[in-house]
């Protein structure tokens, strides 16, 4: 059974940090991308970051880049999502997906794994 196991979250304040962890089970997890969704209350659902396979290029939504960073550890079938300078717009329950593509236009369509997602809450 496929599966991506999401750890991490919960809450933070302005300015803080918070490091989201999502593990895959059940499938060849080099073989394929990685990223991040979030959607808050009322909103689509939107990226956020993403890694190609292996150690390859990576992508950054506008509202995340220089304050958030993506890695993968092949070995261990994880991905990381590091955010830092946490701002209360960030709040967003946040997935993790397993997709075929990562770069500029990253969206839901490739996704073919979806994590059940986890809250992220950051106060003011």
């Known amino acids: 059974e496929v599966q991506l196991v999401q750890s991490g979250g919960g809450m933070a304040q302005d300015g803080g940090s918070l490091t989201l962890s999502c593990t895959g089970v059940?499938?060849?997890?080099?073989?394929?991308?990685l990223g991040w969704f979030r959607q808050a209350p009322g909103k689509e659902r939107e990226a956020v970051s993403c890694i190609s396979q292996g150690v390859g290029p990576s992508y950054y939504s506008d509202s995340v880049k220089g304050r958030f960073h993506i890695a993968r550890h092949n070995a261990k079938n994880t991905v990381y999502l590091q955010m830092d300078s946490l701002k209360p717009e960030d709040t967003a329950v946040y997935y993790c997906?397993?997709?075929?593509?990562?770069?500029?236009?990253?969206?839901?369509?490739?996704?073919?794994?979806w994590g059940l997602g986890t809250q992220v809450t950051v106060s003011s």
């Open positions: 059940g499938f060849t997890f080099e073989d394929l991308s």
């Open positions: 997906a397993a997709s075929e593509f990562c770069g500029s236009g990253y969206d839901t369509t490739p996704v073919k794994y």
